[in-house]
């Protein structure tokens, strides 16, 4: 797997958590001569900031799935009900993991695309109800300038950003749609194989979905919609005409 962070890590996909990702799998620990990540208790805390920024989406009605599922992920990490979960459930762990290896470098690439898109989202929606400058572009420099989010890729971030000034989402870039759709397949993939063998992928599904949600013709919130009105008649919005409506629901 060291290999593969290695070659992930070169060229267009280059990045300092992917550097960080290759060291970390290629050191041994002092005590045991195992390697180090195989005596690191699966477990991660946190200092708040990853809800700071969840909370702060909830408040100004942004979406930042694949964000909130990394907090998440890390909260679920520590719940004390996990040993008893295995011996009562079972692991649900299923073996067998190369014939999708070469297909994780364009999930991870697509997912941090994604996760990228979703923060901007968050800036933008902060800077206008804030009144802050917002220029989401100079955001992307100062990270590549010394940040843990520092990538190859925010340099073609800062460029989509200043070829289109109005751009409504960075995943709608014209200059990323090449990369965004040739990953799509092997991200597909690498989401389908975890899930068939019981490999939680909180971040790389969510962010797959809500790429789907976000060009979905009609999807499964015309339901909620009606849900909403027929139990709490909070009305819903139709195709043909504009306006509240209601529907007979006696």
């Known amino acids: 797997m060291r290999q593969h962070a290695l070659e992930w ?7 300092y958590l992917l550097e960080l990702t290759a060291d970390i799998l290629g050191r041994r620990d ?16 946190q200092k708040g900031t990853g809800g700071w920024a969840v909370e702060a989406a909830l408040s100004l009605g942004v979406a930042i799935p694949t964000l909130a599922e990394a907090v998440f992920a890390r909260t679920v990490s520590g719940a004390a009900e996990r040993g008893e979960a295995r011996a009562r459930l079972g692991d649900p762990l299923r073996r067998g993991g190369h014939a999708i290896a070469s297909d994780l470098g364009e999930a991870l690439f697509a997912t941090t695309l994604a996760c990228y898109a979703q923060g901007f989202q968050l800036i933008r929606a902060g800077a206008a109800a804030h009144g802050w400058a ?5 955001a992307a420099r100062v990270w590549q300038a010394g940040c843990i989010l520092r990538a190859r890729l925010l340099t073609d971030v800062d460029a989509a950003f200043a070829e289109e000034t109005t751009l409504p989402n960075l995943l709608l870039a014209r200059r990323l749609k090449q990369t965004l759709v040739g990953a799509e397949p092997g ?3 690498v989401v389908a194989f975890a899930a068939t063998h019981g ?6 599904s969510s962010a797959l979905a809500y790429l789907d949600a976000l060009r979905t013709r009609h999807g499964a919130t015309a339901m909620i919609q009606a849900m909403r009105d027929g139990f709490g008649a909070h009305g819903f919005e139709r195709l043909d005409k504009p306006g509240t409506h209601h529907a007979d629901w006696s």
């Open 9 to 15: 890590g070169r060229g267009a996909r280059a990045s």
């Open 30 to 45: 002092a005590a045991t001569g195992e390697p180090l990540i195989e005596v690191i208790a699966d477990r991660a805390g």
């Open 134 to 138: 917002g220029d989401l572009g100079r």
């Open 187 to 189: 991200w597909r993939r």
């Open 199 to 204: 490999l939680p992928v909180p971040a790389l």
